[in-house]
C-alpha cells in the first residue's frame, strides 16, 4: 500500500533552513509526480510545490517562489524540500502528497514546522 | 490569481442532505476538474471526489460532486448525513495560466 512518511520539521529561527524528507513505499516512486502541501495552525490548505517524476519540471507557488527548493532521488524513493529564509508565516504543517485518481490522491501524515524566535 | 471560495462553515441534522458550494474568481471553473477533500481533525485529507464528480473507491455513493457553469461553482453534496461525515472539506483545482494548484478556504461541516 502507498505510503509516505514526512520527515526533518522542527523549530526554527526566522531567518533559518530547514530541509524536509518525504520517503514513499508501497509504489514505484519514479512513475509519479509529487507535491508538497502546508496548513497553518487552524488554516485551510495552501500548495506549495510540484515537482514531475523525472524532476525535469517544477512549479512553486509564488509565496515560497526563491525560498523553497523542491527535488527528488528516485534512487532513495525520497522527495525533499529544502526551504531556506524561513519565516513566521511559513509556520505550517508540510504534507507531501502523490497523485492518484486525484492530483493529490494519497498524503503522508505532515510534519510540522514552526518559525519563531 | 484564480481563487476558490467556500463558505466557512455550515450544518446540518443526521440524515439530512447538505450542499457545499465552491466558486471560481474568474475564468470558467468547467475549465478544469475540481476535487473535493475531507479532513477530519487531527488527520490528513482524503479524496472524497475527484474530476468534478467522481468517486474514489470506498467512498460511499452519499458524497456526490457536480458542476454548475453558469454560476461558475462546483459542489459538494452529501446525503443521509452521519456524524462521521462532520469534518472540513476543500475544493481543490488548477490554475492553468501559472501553473498553480488552488485550494479553497474550506467549509467546516457540522452534523448535530
Known amino acids: 500500500q502507498v505510503q509516505l512518511v514526512e520527515s526533518g520539521g522542527g523549530l526554527v529561527k526566522p531567518g533559518g533552513s530547514l530541509r524536509l524528507s518525504c520517503a514513499a513505499s508501497g509504489f514505484t516512486f519514479s512513475d509519479y509526480y509529487m507535491s508538497w502541501i502546508r496548513q497553518a495552525p487552524g488554516k485551510g490548505l495552501e500548495w506549495v510545490s510540484y515537482?514531475?517524476?523525472?524532476?525535469?519540471?517544477?512549479y512553486y507557488a509564488d509565496s515560497v517562489k526563491g525560498r523553497f527548493t523542491i527535488s527528488r532521488d528516485n534512487a532513495k524513493n525520497s522527495l525533499y524540500l529544502q526551504m531556506n529564509s524561513l519565516r513566521a508565516e511559513d509556520t505550517a504543517v508540510y504534507y507531501c502528497?502523490?497523485?492518484?485518481?486525484?492530483?493529490?490522491?494519497?498524503w503522508g501524515q505532515g510534519t510540522l514546522v514552526t518559525v519563531s524566535s | 490569481n484564480f481563487m476558490l471560495t467556500q463558505p466557512h462553515s455550515v450544518s446540518e441534522s443526521p440524515g439530512k442532505t447538505v450542499t457545499i458550494s465552491c466558486t471560481g474568481s474568474s475564468g470558467s471553473i468547467a475549465s478544469n476538474y475540481v476535487q473535493w477533500y475531507q479532513q477530519r481533525p487531527g488527520s490528513a485529507p482524503t479524496t472524497v471526489i475527484y474530476?468534478?464528480?467522481?468517486?474514489p473507491s470506498g467512498v460511499p455513493d452519499r458524497f456526490s460532486g457536480s458542476i454548475d457553469s453558469s454560476s461558475n461553482s462546483a459542489s459538494l453534496t452529501i446525503s443521509g448525513l452521519k456524524t462521521e461525515d462532520e469534518a472540513d472539506y476543500y475544493c481543490?483545482?488548477?490554475?492553468?495560466?501559472?501553473?498553480?494548484?488552488?485550494f479553497g478556504g474550506g467549509t467546516k461541516l457540522t452534523v448535530l
Open positions: 515537482i514531475s517524476s523525472s524532476g525535469s519540471t517544477i
Open positions: 474530476e468534478d464528480n467522481q468517486r
Open positions: 481543490q483545482s488548477y490554475d492553468s495560466s501559472k501553473p498553480h494548484w488552488v
Open positions: 502528497a502523490r497523485e492518484g485518481a486525484a492530483p493529490f490522491g494519497y
